[in-house]
């Protein structure tokens, strides 16, 4: 659990090196079985949502972690980057708002990187 914690945090810098916006945690392991986290952040526009993709996937690979799988397609709105015990979802900012996973998921804790 302690290196999932650290990989988080490993996506929240990669995240803020690119500049996302709203990247928020989510714990969801008591709701569910398909992940413990998730991590969902949005850019401006397309070049930028495959810049954050690009720069975690970059930054993870370095820390040892290849994704699952990776759903979305390059000009697409939503990401979604699978490592298992976390999700990453990263949005286009009209996306983000249409699927509004935080509603989706509100039973789930809200934290923060320095919680981690």
């Known amino acids: 659990m302690e290196n999932t914690k650290e990989l988080i945090k490993v996506v929240y810098d990669a995240l803020e090196d690119k500049k ?42 370095k820390a040892g972690e290849r994704p699952i799988r990776i759903e979305g397609i390059k000009n697409s709105g939503w990401i979604l980057m699978d490592y298992g015990n976390f999700v990453v979802h990263i949005f286009s900012k009209e996306d983000r708002l249409f699927y ?10 809200t934290i923060s990187v320095e919680e981690l």
């Not at 413990?36 to 996937?57: C, H, K, M, P, R």
Request: glycine share 4%; hydrophobic share 40%.
């Open 20 to 61: 996302a916006e709203n990247i928020t945690i989510i714990d969801i392991q008591n709701l569910t079985t398909i992940a413990d986290y998730f991590v969902i952040a949005d850019g401006t526009n397309t070049s930028q949502v495959q810049a954050l993709v690009d720069n975690v996937e970059e930054k993870l690979a």
């Open 100 to 109: 509004d996973l935080e509603q989706i998921w509100r039973d789930g804790k």
